[in-house]
């Protein structure tokens, strides 16, 4: 096994226990757990079989196993940055409710005091 292979390792162990402890702390939900947690254990068997992902390729019409990590790695991120998007819309309309809520109760008691 390589040196990178081992610290990659490392490292997607590392990770893969603060997603655990997250979930234990009721920071993510469930949902989130799996995504994480098969996402860090798939780089882990990607890292430590790195010809099973040119096997996989080959299977697929891809011609490398690297190029496969690729392009699964690009559409996740689509992926993640469209989950992120939507939740900043959401965010964006809760506050724009919420400062609309706090305007109008701020007019009605400044108009209930005169």
Do not use: C
Not at 85 to 100: A, F, G, K, P, Q
Not at 109 to 114: A, C, D, F, N, V
């Amino acid at each position: 096994m390589l040196i990178i292979q081992i610290l990659l390792i490392v490292f997607l162990i590392f990770a893969l226990s603060r997603v655990v402890l997250r979930f234990r702390s009721g920071q993510i939900k469930a949902t989130e757990f799996f995504f994480w947690s098969v996402l860090f254990i798939s780089a882990i068997a990607v890292v430590t079989f790195p010809q099973e992902t040119t096997n996989l390729a080959n299977i697929l019409g891809i011609g490398r196993g690297v190029d496969l990590v690729v392009y699964a790695s690009i559409v996740t991120l689509f992926y993640l940055v469209f989950r992120i998007y939507v939740m900043i819309e959401d965010l964006r309309h809760e506050i724009t409710l919420l400062v609309r809520k706090i305007a109008l109760r701020q007019t009605q008691s400044k108009l209930s005091l005169k």
